[in-house]
């Protein structure tokens, strides 16, 4: 069996409980956030897009072309399927949607994460696979029935419409995909940005926490270029560089201009 996973850190869990069993499924995650960023072009120019944008100090994001590929190899070679996904994440969403455009047709069960499980966060289902423990990663593994992909709850011309719409984000809004602009989360950020200098990441990490309670839960990626944005604007003032990854720029602070 081959587990299809759209969160990296939950894929790393999954593995991790899956070796402690003793099991050799294997586990596949893509590692791209379609949630956010250009998706109607080629995928390298969605590479160039999030280089220029979204800066790191490890080198360009060529890498994703490659994982994609790695992705699609292990995915065909193997005819047993379980897709793994909490409808509430957008990047899950997002990600499932594109699976189902890049493979028409092809066979899969799903454990949906729509409910909650033991020691919920207000009795809610889980934000995204991502924050689940083993034990809870466990839970779903054991007592979540597969489902076969319902076209009526996920349609697979989705991907096409969020293509369409050409936006830059997409959350989740009464459990569907939606695309809206890319500012939908600039208030939130500039909420915690105050008149007085604050680390960068302090910044993006407090809306961060913010936005678990509004619609969707946008990256840090992602909330590092609207930052970069809003500098750019001159909304916000930055004593530094920021890359999004860079040990170095970690003192980088910035302010709100009142």
Same mark, same amino acid.
């Given at each position: 069996?081959?587990?299809?996973?759209?969160?990296?850190?939950?894929?790393?869990?999954?593995?991790?409980?899956?070796?402690?069993?003793?099991?050799?499924?294997?586990?596949?995650?893509?590692?791209?956030?379609?949630?956010?960023?250009?998706?109607?072009?080629?995928?390298? /120019? =969605?590479?160039? @897009?999030?280089?220029?944008?979204?800066? !790191?100090?490890?080198?360009?994001?060529? +890498?994703?072309?490659? #994982?994609?590929?790695?992705?699609?190899?292990?995915?065909?070679?193997?005819? /047993? =399927?379980?897709? @793994?996904?909490?409808?509430?994440?957008? !990047?899950?969403?997002?990600?499932?949607? +594109?699976?189902?455009? #890049?493979?028409?047709?092809?066979?899969?069960?799903?454990?949906?994460?729509?409910?909650?499980?033991?020691?919920?966060?207000?009795?809610?289902?889980?934000?995204?696979?991502?924050?689940?423990?083993?034990?809870?990663?466990?839970?779903?593994?054991?007592?979540?029935?597969?489902?076969?992909?319902?076209?009526?709850?996920?349609?697979?011309?989705?991907?096409?419409?969020?293509?369409?719409?050409?936006?830059?984000?997409?959350?989740?809004?009464?459990?569907?995909?939606?695309?809206?602009?890319?500012?939908?989360?600039?208030?939130?950020?500039?909420?915690?940005?105050?008149?007085?200098?604050?680390?960068?990441?302090?910044?993006?990490?407090?809306?961060?926490?913010?936005?678990?309670?509004?619609?969707?839960?946008?990256?840090?990626?992602?909330?590092?270029?609207?930052?970069?944005?809003?500098?750019?604007?001159?909304?916000?003032?930055?004593?530094?560089?920021?890359?999004?990854?860079?040990?170095?720029?970690?003192?980088?602070?910035?302010?709100?201009?009142?």
């Amino acid at each position: 069996m081959i587990h299809i996973v759209f969160s990296s850190s939950a894929a790393g869990t999954l593995r991790r409980l899956l070796r402690r069993r003793g099991l050799r499924d294997k586990v596949v995650d893509l590692t791209d956030s379609l949630d956010w960023g250009p998706i109607a072009m080629p995928l390298k /120019d =969605r590479e160039n @897009w999030l280089d220029q944008y979204a800066p !790191t100090g490890s080198g360009n994001r060529d +890498w994703i072309s490659e #994982q994609v590929s790695e992705f699609w190899k292990a995915v065909e070679k193997e005819p /047993d =399927r379980l897709i @793994w996904i909490a409808p509430r994440s957008a !990047t899950e969403q997002s990600g499932l949607y +594109w699976f189902l455009s #890049q493979f028409d047709g092809i066979e899969a069960d799903l454990v949906i994460a729509d409910y909650p499980l033991s020691a919920s966060w207000k009795n809610q289902a889980p934000l995204t696979l991502g924050e689940l423990n083993e034990d809870l990663m466990a839970e779903l593994l054991d007592s979540c029935p597969r489902i076969r992909r319902d076209d009526a709850r996920f349609p697979r011309r989705r991907w096409s419409e969020l293509m369409i719409d050409n936006a830059l984000l997409r959350i989740v809004e009464g459990g569907a995909i939606q695309s809206v602009h890319e500012r939908y989360f600039d208030d939130l950020l500039l909420e915690h940005c105050h008149s007085d200098d604050t680390n960068w990441r302090r910044v993006v990490g407090n809306a961060m926490a913010a936005s678990f309670d509004s619609n969707g839960s946008p990256s840090d990626a992602f909330l590092f270029w609207r930052l970069r944005e809003l500098i750019r604007e001159g909304r916000i003032v930055c004593n530094g560089e920021l890359l999004l990854d860079s040990v170095g720029d970690g003192a980088a602070k910035v302010r709100r201009l009142m």
